[in-house]
C-alpha cells in the first residue's frame, strides 16, 4: 500500500460502508463463490506486481463495473427500486469524489 493517509480514509468513508451494505445483503441472500471473487481480483493484482499505474487503474475500474452491476442487480431484484437507488447514490458520490481527487492531482 502506499502508506498514504489521504487516500486511505477516503476509501474508508467511500467504499466501506458501500461494501459492508452491499456485502451483508448478497452474501444473505445469494451464495458466495470466494475462488471467482479472488480471481477478479487477479488483474488488479498483477497490474500493482507490475507497477503499471495505468493497467492498474483500468482492472480497478473494470472490476468495480462488475462488482456494481451485480450488486445494483441483486439489490434492485430483492426489494425494490428505493435500496437500488441508495446503492446508485453512493456510486455517483464515490465517482464525483474521484474526479475531483483527479482535478487535484
Do not use: C
Request: proline share 5%; charged share 30%; aromatic share 10%.
Amino acid at each position: 500500500m502506499s502508506h498514504n493517509e489521504y487516500v486511505l480514509e477516503a476509501l474508508r468513508r467511500a467504499l466501506l460502508p458501500f461494501f459492508a451494505f452491499s456485502a451483508i445483503r448478497i452474501v444473505s441472500r445469494h451464495p458466495f463463490d470466494l475462488l471467482q471473487d479472488a480471481q477478479s481480483h487477479y488483474p488488479l493484482l498483477e497490474a500493482i506486481k507490475s507497477k503499471d499505474p495505468e493497467a492498474a487503474q483500468k482492472a480497478f475500474e473494470a472490476a468495480w463495473a462488475e462488482w456494481l452491476s451485480k450488486t445494483r442487480s441483486y439489490v434492485s431484484d430483492e426489494v425494490g427500486d428505493a435500496p437500488a437507488q441508495r446503492v446508485n447514490r453512493m456510486a455517483e458520490t464515490h465517482q464525483i469524489r474521484e474526479r475531483k481527487g483527479q482535478k487535484q492531482s
